[in-house]
């Protein structure tokens, strides 16, 4: 450009020089945001969750374990067991037995070996991840069909006895695998057989761990029986007062009750039942009446039709 005003010239290099340089940064930028990492796409995009390091499988919960199959299928690891147990039996009516199967001199003569210590109505219920042991009493009763079945259930809430993590459920998806050896070698009240009268007496300090443990665990068809024994560390034991401690064995008793209850029967003071009370709620009467029924056996002809 040979005419004009020379200061017009004087600017006509830089803006000349200045717009390739703009274009070397524009394709710069260009690369630098080209090489950035892209958006993670969103849920259900194709995005793959990735597995919670927590869980296991079935496969690793129960892999080397020895297996017992009755009324829940038992899974024993070295000194740990775990109980299978099928959904179907989940809201069951069980009842756990405590019995006394060993003991030391000293703790009386009104509690042998043999003797039960407890007897409860229990069962199995699931509450979201976890399985929880709920301690049932029939004490209060009223129909489900009255209104006032649900002020009955809300004043005699059952009490959880136990609360279990699932550690894997089963092949199928129908079972539900637990860790039950704490709550058999552990100080669990429900199961101990020392009264807290008994505890007191003694100066029971502590359970120790170290000497108390699952001897045996054996399921059958219809019930399993748990023996473990239990160690106190006690500052006025029965006997042998330098050792300071109690030891039990115990036996636990699970047995399914069957699912449609026995037809209860009435008592009569003129023959000589033992009795069991309940409150009825539900009765047409102007008070909550209490019921008496005997305590018997459930013995069914395994033929109706014979003679």
């Not at 274009?23 to 597995?51: D, I, N, Q, Y």
């Not at 229990?122 to 929880?132: A, H, K, N, S, T």
């Not at 045996?216 to 560390?233: A, E, G, I, K, Q």
């Not at 009569?268 to 008496?292: H, M, S």
């Amino acid at each position: 450009m040979t005419h004009g005003n020379p200061a017009q010239r004087r600017w006509v290099l830089p803006i000349l020089v200045s717009t390739p340089i703009l274009l070397a940064a524009a394709c710069v930028g260009s690369a630098v945001m080209g090489t950035a990492a892209a958006p993670e796409p969103a849920p259900g995009e194709g995005a793959t969750p990735a597995p919670d390091p927590g869980e296991r499988t079935y496969v690793e919960v129960t892999e080397g374990a020895e297996s017992d199959e009755g009324l829940f299928i038992v899974h024993r690891k070295d000194d740990d067991f775990l109980f299978e147990i099928p959904d179907s039996l989940l809201g069951r009516d069980m009842l756990l037995i405590s019995r006394i199967a060993g003991k030391m001199d000293g703790l009386g003569g009104f509690a042998p070996a043999g003797v039960a210590t407890n007897r409860q109505m229990v069962r199995f219920e699931r509450q979201g991840e976890r399985i929880l042991l709920r301690k049932y009493s029939e004490e209060a009763v009223a129909d489900d069909t009255l209104a006032i079945a649900a002020s009955v259930r809300a004043n005699y809430f059952a009490p959880i006895l136990a609360s279990w993590e699932i550690e894997a459920r089963g092949t199928d998806s129908t079972t539900s695998v637990l860790d039950v050896t704490d709550f058999f070698e552990g100080d669990t009240p429900a199961l101990s057989g020392l009264s807290p009268d008994q505890r007191r007496t003694y100066q029971v300090r502590r359970l120790d761990a170290d000497r108390s443990f699952i001897g045996s665990v054996r399921s059958y068809p219809l019930n399993l029986n748990v023996r473990h024994t239990l160690t106190y560390d006690a500052g006025a034991p029965p006997t042998d007062l330098r050792a300071n401690t109690v030891s039990l064995e115990m036996n636990q008793s699970l047995v399914l009750l069957p699912a449609e209850p026995m037809r209860p029967r009435y008592a009569d003071p003129r023959v000589g039942y033992f009795t069991v009370d309940r409150i009825n709620y539900g009765l047409d009467e102007q008070k909550a009446a209490t019921e008496t029924f005997i305590r018997r056996w459930r013995l069914e002809p395994s033929d109706p039709e014979a003679n």
